[in-house]
């Protein structure tokens, strides 16, 4: 586990995907269908907080239920929630909270690249499109890992 926290992506069924996110204290297991961005949204939400921005989202649907991941950065810390929503267009006030944590940004992005390192290398980018349905999010998670070497953060995945 790194540093606190992993995170897996599982393809299931032609365009679903198991998402685990874990820390020392808990674990949660949300579903994502690819008729939204999930990975894509998931990745430059990171890729944002690295670069900088206090706030980001990013939503995995499920059909009808949503998996939000709403993201606050301070200084080198980010506090993430994870809320269950009964519908992706609901508040966040209607959510409850399945899993949260407080982090370093190093962390939270070094994990995220493994993650998607760790699918690629499993799946392959052809037997991720025939399973997901969708191209691989080479653009992120590219976009993200050069962020994060550019911020110089401790060495990497």
């Known amino acids: 586990m ?4 992993r995170i897996t992506w599982t393809l299931g069924a032609h365009g679903w995907a198991d998402c685990v996110v874990e820390d ?3 674990t949660a297991e949300l579903t994502a269908s690819h008729i939204s961005n999930a990975p894509e949204a998931f990745l430059t939400a990171v890729a944002r907080l690295v670069a900088g921005e206090t706030e980001a989202r990013a939503q995995f649907e499920a059909e009808p239920t949503a998996y939000r991941r709403v993201f606050y950065r301070e200084a080198a810390d980010v506090w993430i929630r994870l809320l269950e929503l ?3 267009s609901d508040h966040d006030i209607r959510g409850t909270e399945i899993w949260s944590a407080q982090l370093p940004i190093d962390t939270l992005a070094r994990a995220v690249i493994r993650c998607f ?3 690629v ?3 392959g980018e052809s037997g991720y499109r025939g399973k997901w349905g ?3 999010p080479r653009t992120e998670l590219e976009a993200l890992r050069r962020l994060w070497h550019a911020h110089r953060y401790d060495d990497g995945p």
């Open 2 to 5: 790194t540093a606190g926290i």
């Open 86 to 88: 009964r519908r992706g």
């Open 117 to 119: 390192d760790e699918v």
């Open 134 to 136: 969708e191209h691989f």
């Open 121 to 123: 290398r499993t799946y």
């Open 24 to 26: 020392h204290q808990a």
